[in-house]
Nanobody
Framework: QVQLQESGPGLVKPSQTLSLTCTVSGGSITTSYYAWSWIRQPPGKGLEWMGAIVYDGSAYYNPSLKSRTSISRDTSKNQFSLQLSSVTPEDTAVYYC???????????????????WGQGTQVTVSS
C-alpha cells in the first residue's frame, strides 16, 4: 500500500517561498513509469495541477505557474518537494501530493489518473 504524507509550514508570508515535502512509503519514487504530482485546491475552487516529477527525475509544470514553481526529489529519502516563490494570498489552498498511474502521457494529468493521494495540508498566505 502506497502512502503519501505532505509536510511543511501552514503559514507563509506574502512574497516568500512556500516549501512543501511529500514523503512516500510503500513504493519508490524511481519506479517506472510513475510520476508524482503536486495539486492544490483554493477555498471554494476546483483542483489545480501544479506540476510533477517523473520516475527518471524529469519535471513538468503547469504553464500558468511555471515561472514560480520548482519540483525536486531526494531519492535517498523517497521524498519529492515543491517550492512556490513570490506567494500571494491567492496561493492559499490545500496542497496535495499524489501518484500518477500512467506516467505523464499528456499534460495536465486528470485527477482520476492519480491513484494515491496524501491527506492534504492547508497553507495560508498572510502577513
Amino acid at each position: 500500500q502506497v502512502q503519501l504524507q505532505e509536510s511543511g509550514p501552514g503559514l507563509v508570508k506574502p512574497s516568500q517561498t512556500l516549501s512543501l515535502t511529500c514523503t512516500v512509503s510503500g513504493g519508490s519514487i524511481t519506479t517506472s513509469y510513475y510520476a508524482w504530482s503536486w495539486i492544490r485546491q483554493p477555498p471554494g475552487k476546483g483542483l489545480e495541477w501544479m506540476g510533477a516529477i517523473v520516475y527518471d527525475g524529469s519535471a513538468y509544470y503547469n504553464p500558468s505557474l511555471k515561472s514560480r514553481t520548482s519540483i525536486s526529489r531526494d531519492t535517498s529519502k523517497n521524498q519529492f518537494s515543491l517550492q512556490l516563490s513570490s506567494v500571494t494570498p491567492e496561493d492559499t489552498a490545500v496542497y496535495y501530493c499524489a501518484r500518477v498511474i500512467n506516467g505523464l502521457g499528456h499534460l495536465p494529468p486528470r485527477a482520476d489518473e492519480h491513484d494515491y493521494w496524501g491527506q492534504g495540508t492547508q497553507v495560508t498566505v498572510s502577513s
